[in-house]
């Protein structure tokens, strides 16, 4: 397989060796060469060629350096510049080096091998210029020395390659740590999110919780108290005509029992959730309603059907927190244009269902974590984390949660818990 140039050639190498071994043999050209037959015109016109080649196939396009095609036909013209001054003159094998330095900087693998063996001929035959071709001993020996040439430059070829698959293997290495340095510090920080978002839910629910404690234990107590007292008043009253000396501190009793009774269903109604505290659900539902598109500019359509049941406060505060939940999903992802929140009191239960336009999701991928809401995405960023609160809430009120919703063609929620049977109080 081809190996693309990760890194330019070393400078010093490609624009300086080269024209430094040409400047040189053209200063012994002019030392050993006369100027009579015009012998010398030519070897130093092919010089020049071989120059203005280097200059204007390498040096001076530094962005052809990437493109194996361009840079073969500049290696392969070198060659057959080079050829040609060898064959005149011997003298030019000194310049095969740079043939081997482009041939090894800047041809791919395999191509690499054909340009150092044509080099290494080239090389080859100038030093073995001196001997006789004319017997069979002359011209065994110019195939040595030649073979044995290629063969050298074939095993620096193949010791370069060992060194470059290495070095790729390095390079390979460290971009999958770096890649799984930066997975680690994403999930590192997704997970420090989680863990905020995850505090807050409990100390949410703590609270719930111990409100909802001393909401029982005054409805249980105090008030149960208060009002049999109230009774036994009442029923005395009834029963026995209230001496007159009695009468005004009996109906201060009473009075203050009555007080004291109607000052404990005020704190056990102001210790119902916020923001359900002096509302109902539908009313909540319409003022987060209105909150959220005066925030996010897109009208909310809310709409309540059905008789108004009882329920537990519990399950009007998991049905708020639901609305709450999806509506901020579809601000982060769905990319409505349209919203709607239904809150319909049924038979044996009470459902919401919010619904939006945008631009959906696969479900299939809900469970596994890699959609919420409103838009595919990976749960580490909190909305897998909040569906799952938001199930848990339903769920463990013994009611369901489901979500449909496909590509392209929106949202919906829809969440249902059972009311309270017939006669029964919040």
Not at 391 to 416: D, H
Request: charged residues 20%; neutral net charge.
């Amino acid at each position: 397989m081809s190996r693309k140039i990760s890194q330019q050639p070393p400078f010093f190498l490609v624009n300086v060796v080269p024209y430094a071994l040409l400047t040189l043999l053209v200063a012994i050209l002019m030392i050993v060469e006369d100027w009579a037959g015009g012998s010398l015109l030519i070897d130093l016109g092919l010089c020049g060629l071989a120059a203005a080649w280097m200059l204007g196939m390498f040096t001076l396009r530094p962005g052809w350096w990437d493109r194996p095609r361009i840079m073969g036909v500049f290696v392969a013209g070198l060659l057959v510049i080079t050829a040609v001054l060898v064959a005149r003159h011997p003298v030019f094998g000194l310049f095969t080096p740079a043939a081997y330095i482009y041939s090894f900087t800047v041809l791919r693998w395999p191509w690499r091998l054909l340009g150092v063996a044509a080099a290494a001929v080239l090389a080859g035959t100038a030093q073995a210029s001196g001997i006789p071709k004319t017997d069979a001993l002359g011209l065994t020996m110019h195939v040595i020395i030649v073979a044995f040439n290629i063969a050298i430059m074939w095993a620096c070829a193949w010791v370069l390659r060992l060194a470059e698959k290495e070095e790729e293997r390095r390079e390979q290495i460290l971009e999958e740590l770096s890649r799984t340095n930066r997975l680690l510090e994403a999930s590192l920080a997704e997970n420090a999110g989680l863990h905020a978002q995850l505090l807050a839910q409990a100390r949410e629910a703590g609270v719930l919780d111990e409100r909802q404690r001393m909401a029982r234990e005054i409805h249980d107590t105090l008030a149960q108290g208060l009002t049999g007292i109230i009774a036994q008043l009442q029923a005395a009253e009834q029963m026995h005509e209230v001496p007159a000396p009695w009468r005004r501190p009996f109906d201060a009793v009473k009075n203050l029992a009555r007080e004291s009774l109607a000052e404990a269903r005020r704190s056990v109604d102001a210790l119902r959730p916020e923001p359900l505290q002096s509302a109902r659900l539908s009313d909540a539902l319409a003022d987060v309603a209105d909150r959220w598109s005066k925030l996010h500019g897109l009208a909310v359509h809310v709409t309540t059907t059905g008789t108004v049941r009882p329920m537990t406060p519990e399950a009007e505060f998991a049905l708020l927190r639901t609305a709450q939940e999806a509506l901020a999903n579809v601000a982060k992802h769905a990319h409505a244009t349209r919203v709607g929140v239904t809150l319909s009191y049924l038979e044996h239960e009470v459902a919401l269902d919010v619904r939006d336009d945008g631009k959906g999701f696969d479900p299939a991928g809900l469970e596994a974590g890699t959609a919420t809401n409103g838009g595919s995405r990976p749960p580490s960023r909190g909305g897998g984390f909040g569906l799952t609160i938001m199930r848990q809430r339903v769920e463990g009120l013994s009611g369901t949660l489901q979500i449909e919703s496909e590509p392209g063609a929106g949202t919906g929620i829809s969440a249902c818990i059972p009311t309270l049977p017939a006669g029964s109080h919040a």
